[in-house]
Structure formats: C-alpha cells, structure tokens
Nanobody, 128 residues
C-alpha cells in the first residue's frame, strides 16, 4: 500500500524559498498522480498543486501560480514542491497525497485525496 511522508518544511522569511519533498514507499509512485494540500490554523485543508503520474501535466491553485512549482522523480519515488517568494499567508501544514489521475486537468479546488490517510505533514511558517 502506498505510503507518503512529507519533509522539508521550516521557518522562512517573506520572499524566501523552501522545497518540500514527498517520499513514497510501499508502491511505485509512478502509478499515481500526486497532490499537495495545505491547512492553515482555523481553515479547511485546500489543494495547492498536483502533478500527473508521468510528470507531464501540473496544476496549481491561483494563489500560488507563478511562485510554486511541482515536479517528480519517479526513479527516486519522490515528488517535490518548490515554493518561491513565500508569503505569510502560505503558512500552513503541507500534506501530499495520491489523487485521482484526472486531478491535474480539473480545477484544483476539487482535488481530493484518493486513498490512504493523511500523514503528519510538514510545517511551513513564513514570518519575519
């Protein structure tokens, strides 16, 4: 069964960058589209970015377009979220999850976890 573990979060100043990693085990990551979600204090979890199983199609929420990019290395069973020009409103716990194969071509707000349960996530704090 696919298991995903997030890492790479931390404290960064506004305008800074972080790269999050989503490492898979238990199954071949190449079979899955993967999405990144985030949950800020007092808010619902929301979709941020997703990538198709091959890596050829990506999708982002409007709030992060032009600042975040998503990529994957199926040989390393890892998906990455590169976050640049971070803003205080990006502060949240970030989670990755397998998502439906169609997710990269659908509105990001409709993205849902496909299987498994949420991991612990990785905390991203943007503050001066």
């Amino acid at each position: 069964q696919l298991q995903l573990v997030e890492s790479g979060g931390g404290l960064v100043q506004p305008g800074g960058s972080l790269r999050l990693s989503c490492a898979a085990s238990g199954a071949a990551l190449a079979n899955y589209a993967i999405g990144w979600f985030r949950q800020a204090p007092g808010k619902e979890r929301e979709g941020v970015s997703c990538i198709s199983s091959s890596g050829g199609t990506t999708n982002h929420a409007d709030s992060v377009k032009g600042r975040f990019s998503i990529s994957r290395d199926n040989a390393k069973n890892t998906v990455y979220l590169q976050m640049n020009n971070l803003k205080p409103e990006d502060t949240a716990i970030y989670y990755c999850a397998a998502v439906p194969l169609s997710a990269p071509i659908q509105p990001i707000r409709t993205m849902r976890r496909l299987l498994g349960s949420w991991g612990q996530g990785t905390q991203v704090t943007v503050s001066s």
